[in-house]
């Protein structure tokens, strides 16, 4: 009778030991859903939207352009030879005109920012021009 209480108490507890151990394989498997959605959020869905915006950006190049590379140099785009390549001319010499990779191009500048903003300046300054004839 003894040997049976013990068996019986030995097969209780080795339940409990698989129940916990059940327990703890639940929560290491959420641990390791969890960081895995976390790991798109941060670092895979913001790379996807920067590469779209950057598509999105280069189906608007055309010769003429105006552009900044990555390294921040400003040019004009001259042609277009293929998908992947560009040939830019920087300065005031017409002799300089280097060909690169569409990837190497940050920002295209539009022209008619630029001129919105040169009007939106003189604005500001004719305004400060009022204020400083009304102090006096």
């Known amino acids: 009778m003894f040997l049976l209480s013990v068996l019986s108490s030995a097969d209780a507890g080795a339940g409990q030991a698989t129940m916990g151990t059940g327990t703890g394989i639940g929560m290491l498997v959420f641990y390791i859903v969890f960081f895995v959605i976390m790991i798109y959020?941060?670092?895979?869905?913001?790379?996807?939207?920067?590469?779209?915006?950057?598509?999105?950006?280069?189906?608007?190049?055309?010769?003429?352009?105006?552009?900044?590379?990555?390294?921040?140099f400003f040019g004009t785009v001259i042609d277009i030879p293929d998908d992947e390549t560009v040939i830019v001319e920087f300065g005031n010499n017409k002799n300089c005109r280097i060909p690169m990779h569409q990837k190497a191009i940050a920002e295209i500048e539009d022209p008619d920012?630029?001129?919105?903003?040169?009007?939106?300046?003189?604005e500001v300054k004719e305004d400060k021009k009022e204020d400083k004839k009304s102090k006096k």
């Open 41 to 72: 959020f941060i670092m895979v869905k913001p790379q996807k939207k920067q590469t779209q915006k950057h598509e999105e950006m280069m189906s608007h190049l055309k010769p003429g352009v105006s552009i900044m590379t990555t390294s921040g």
């Open 113 to 122: 920012s630029a001129v919105d903003d040169g009007d939106a300046s003189e």
